[in-house]
Structures are given as structure tokens and as C-alpha cells.
């Protein structure tokens, strides 16, 4: 049954035809504010472990519904744990809810068989592709034709500091 | 520099042979040829060295997985990732950005600039921000020459053992470079160290608001990875493989990202999605 559900969910793309409805745990006692800032009210003290399940994010906010409330806690207070995907098939809605549980432990890396993909065997086996390589190439951009693509969404670069890291100044 | 260098050969090559006693007598003029020929190779900072190195490898990778065939999207990719890289105390190296053909869900980099994410990655990805944050994290290993600085330490610890055995002529030493350029090329499925991975996130996550992004972005895409992972999909083994576990990569930002407003743009209107 397990196999069967994650073949199904990898046959489901992430898409925005495809809905995500997440459940989780705030991982720190937390306040659930009114608003997605600081200045917010407080409706409710949320401890360790609380679920939640996660209705929106906004800047680095998530609106989050616990069993008595909605209110807005900061995105790294949460940790998933699970996800229930919706795929509207033909007008029919398939629900599919995998529930683990374990979230916020260390966990270590799954097995290595099986991979799709890029594998180990792949790689050290390849051989150069001088024509991928000149495709890579072609697709290239200039410093200036991204900085006008910035500009077309509005971003602006702004002057932000490194924390916990030193960086050689060099090209 | 170069005696230090020697000096750490020496180290390599003559500790063993006189605390073991073997008896094997080096040709210390052939060594010194040898050190002039090869040391250029690996040892010193030389950018057009890296570039290559970082070319070979990343023509390796595309050798076993080739690059998406649309071209808007790769051109996409590459306008993002450029204007992110620009951001960096190494903008003005050619960066070059590729989507590959894989269901798996990785980012890898290559030395000089070269970085790539598969398309199972890149259909997890809601916005440009979170686009913007994964190339950032990539673009912080380039930065810190994560990859070369371990290709340097193997270089040493391979030309060391070839020279304990006196036979390193140019043939040789060719080998010993095509070795290193496989062993970059493993690096890709065998991932950097933690600590190299939580500095590229620190990393990725300044070059993301630099660039004028939500720096939220790693952390909401380490979450969607962290999630996907729990369903066990094979597509996320190597990921996992590769990089820490995501909930010990958030836990590793969070204290730091108390500094970040999140007031930066998450651009997810004109996000290309596939």
C-alpha cells in the first residue's frame, strides 16, 4: 500500500493544479499573534509540540490553524509533519494523507539503492559531453541583461551582512 | 609558498619512508621536475585552473544526465541565478546555470562557477525567491571554493603517494589528474562535509536578500524537502545523501535568521514553472 501511494504521489506534479494541505508542530513555545509581525496581538501561548496546519505564508509568517484558533507564528517555529496532497481529477477530488511521525528528530539518510536519477554509478561512469557543454554555455547570460531582468519584478540589491561566516573578498 | 608546499610533500612522502624504513630511494631532482610540472596544476590559486576543473566535472554530470531541452526555461534559470551571483564577492566569474533531465530531487555546483538543479527539484519550487535561494546556497559553495579546497587536499595526499613511489612521469601525472577530475565528479553523489553545507546556507541565504528576495526562501524550500523526504521518495535519497537532513539545516539558520525582516519579494507571478 505504501509502495502504491508513493508511486501515486510521485505521479502527481507539483503544480499549481495540485494543493498541499500540511500539518505540523510548532517546535518552541510560541505566541499565536493576530498578524504576521511582532506588534501583533497574542490569541493564544502555543507550547512545544502543538499541531498546527499551515493555511498560508506570507513573508517569513505562516498562518497556522491549532485546534482553537487561526493566527499567524514565524515560518522557522514550524516543522512539517505530514502532507496530504489534493489532485482534481475529471472534477473528482482523490485525497491522499500520508501521517509520519518522528518529525524534529535527527534523523539519518535513507538507503542509498534505488535512486532515480543522478546515482553514483551514472557519474563515475559518464563521459564528458562536449555538446551539453556548449549548450550549458549558450544559455549563459551577461551580469547586465540579469540585473534589467531584476529590475522588470522590482527587485532591488541591497546591502545585507554575512552572519556566522567569513568570506574572502576575492573574484 | 611553493616551500611550504614542499615541505608538505615531504611530509607525505618522507614521514613514512623513515619511520617505516622502506626501502625505496627517492629521486628527489624528479620530484622537484615533477613538483614544477604538476604543483601549477592543482596547488596554486589559479582561476583558469578552477574553471576548467569545474568544467570537466560538469561535463561529466551532463554526460549522465543531460539538460532540459526548454530553452526558455534554462534562459530563466540563468538570468536568476546570474543576477543572485552577482550579489557574491565572485560576480564577475562566468557563471553558467542549467536545468537536468532527473527526477531526482538535488542541486549540485562545480569550481568556476558552473551549477545545476534537477527538474524534480525545480517542480518543487513555488516561487522565483525559492529559485533565487537554492542557487544562492549553490553559488555559496563556488564562493568558498568548497569543492576545490577538498580536490586540493586529495591532489596532495595522490601526488604524495605517487611520488613515495618515484614514478610519477607525465603519463602518470595525467592520470593522477583525470583520477582527481573523477573523484570531483563523485563528489557530486557524495556530497561536501556539513559544516561546508550549513556555510553555504548561511551563505544562501544573504546572497537571497542581497538580491532582494525574501530570505525566507531557504528556509520555506528546506521545509517543502523536508516534507518530501518524509514520504520516503526515492527522488529525495540523494539529496539526503548529499546535504544534512533539512530540519538540522533549519535548526543550524534559525538563531541567525532572527535578523531577517522577511520584507524582501517572493516573485512568484512571473515564476517559470514546468
Redesign the interface.
Known amino acids: 500500500m505504501r509502495k502504491l501511494l ?1 508511486i501515486f ?2 505521479l502527481i ?4 493544479d495540485t494543493a498541499a494541505l ?1 500539518t505540523g508542530k510548532v517546535f518552541i513555545d510560541i505566541n499565536l499573534l493576530d498578524e504576521p509581525n511582532n506588534s501583533g496581538n497574542v490569541i493564544e501561548s502555543l507550547n512545544a509540540n502543538t499541531p498546527i496546519t499551515i493555511q498560508q ?1 506570507q ?3 505562516s498562518q497556522v490553524e491549532t485546534a482553537a484558533n487561526i493566527g499567524w507564528v514565524p ?2 517555529t ?6 496530504t496532497q489534493q489532485s482534481n481529477v475529471d472534477g473528482a477530488t482523490d485525497v491522499v494523507t ?1 501521517r ?1 511521525g518522528g ?2 528528530t ?7 539503492f ?7 554509478e ?9 555538446e ?2 556548449a ?3 549558450s ?5 547586465s ?3 534589467q ?2 529590475r522588470t ?13 567569513t ?5 | 609558498m611553493k616551500k611550504l608546499l614542499f615541505s608538505t610533500l615531504f611530509l607525505l612522502v618522507a614521514a613514512p619512508v623513515l619511520v617505516f624504513g622502506y626501502g625505496i630511494s627517492l629521486d628527489f631532482n624528479k620530484i622537484k621536475d615533477t613538483l614544477s610540472a604538476t604543483q601549477n596544476l592543482m596547488i596554486e590559486d589559479n582561476l583558469e585552473q578552477e574553471i576548467e576543473i569545474g568544467r570537466v566535472i560538469s561535463g561529466r554530470l551532463l554526460g549522465a544526465h543531460n539538460l532540459m531541452t526548454d530553452k526558455q526555461l534554462q534562459q530563466y534559470v540563468n538570468k536568476v541565478g546570474r543576477w543572485v551571483a552577482s550579489q557574491s564577492e565572485r560576480s564577475e566569474l562566468q557563471w553558467q546555470f542549467g536545468v537536468i533531465d532527473a527526477d531526482s530531487i538535488n542541486a549540485f555546483s562545480a569550481p568556476g562557477g558552473y551549477i545545476f538543479l534537477t527538474k524534480g527539484l525545480y517542480q518543487l519550487l513555488n516561487s522565483e525567491a525559492e529559485l533565487a535561494a537554492v542557487l544562492a546556497h549553490e553559488i555559496g559553495h563556488v564562493v568558498q571554493k568548497h569543492q576545490l579546497k577538498i580536490l586540493k587536499k586529495s591532489a596532495l595526499i595522490h601526488f604524495g603517494r605517487l611520488l613515495v613511489e618515484s614514478t610519477l612521469d607525465q603519463k602518470q601525472s595525467g592520470m593522477a589528474m583525470n583520477n582527481l577530475v573523477g573523484y570531483g565528479a563523485e563528489m557530486l553523489s557524495r556530497g561536501l562535509d556539513k559544516d561546508s553545507e550549513f556555510e553555504a546556507d548561511k551563505i544562501g541565504v544573504v546572497l537571497t536578500a542581497r538580491a532582494g528576495y525574501n530570505a525566507y526562501a531557504l528556509p520555506i524550500v528546506l521545509q517543502e524537502i523536508g516534507h518530501a523526504g518524509m514520504n520516503n521518495q526515492s527522488d529525495v535519497r540523494l539529496m539526503f545523501k548529499t546535504h544534512p537532513h533539512p530540519n538540522d539545516r533549519l535548526d543550524e539558520l534559525a538563531p541567525g535568521m532572527e535578523g531577517f525582516s522577511g520584507d524582501g519579494q517572493m516573485v512568484d507571478d512571473r515564476f517559470y514553472r514546468i
Do not use: C, H
Request: glycine residues 6%; hydrophobic residues 45%.
Open positions: 508513493y504521489l510521485f506534479p507539483f503544480t499549481a500540511m505564508r513573508s517569513s509568517w515560518t522557522l514550524i516543522r512539517i509533519v505530514s502532507v500520508e509520519l518529525v524534529g535527527k534523523k539519518t539518510v535513507v538507503a542509498t534505488g535512486i532515480r536519477g543522478i546515482d553514483e551514472s557519474l563515475k561512469g559518464a563521459e564528458l559531453s562536449e551539453q557543454l549548450l550549458l554555455e544559455y549563459q547570460v551577461s551580469k541583461v540579469a540585473a531582468f531584476s519584478a522590482g527587485l532591488k540589491s541591497k546591502r545585507v551582512d554575512y552572519f556566522d561566516v568570506v574572502e573578498v576575492e573574484q
